[in-house]
């Protein structure tokens, strides 16, 4: 399984996480990044089917903060460990991880 996903998508500067995270300096947090990430494997079959019913993150890194209003593309690759994803906003890399392959 080589095939690589790619999902853009725009984070709303109304974004209801962004409440209270943190007031005059909105940053996205890390769960509500993950979430995106995850609904982006969700709605692709051949990604999906490479986390199994039970997805579980092995590793991820934070690697810039997410803004209101930003743009981000969500990369996502099978591999023979997992299901490695990058989370970019332009050329800057926001995130990286991998879930774990599924128990067979």
């Known amino acids: 399984m080589s095939a690589m996903h790619r999902v853009e998508l725009t984070i709303r500067a109304d974004h209801p996480a962004f409440a209270g995270h943190f007031p005059g300096d909105p940053l996205l ?21 490479a986390v ?33 994803f990058e989370v970019r906003e332009g050329e800057r890399v926001a995130a990286t991880g991998q879930f774990e392959a599924p128990a067979r």
């Open 29 to 49: 947090p890390g769960v509500s990044l993950l979430a995106e990430v995850l609904e982006a494997v969700l709605d692709d079959a051949v990604m999906a089917a």
């Open 52 to 84: 199994g019913e039970s997805p579980r993150i092995g590793a991820v890194k934070f690697l810039a903060p997410v803004r209101p209003g930003a743009r981000l593309a969500i990369t996502l690759e099978p591999g023979p460990r997992g299901l490695r």
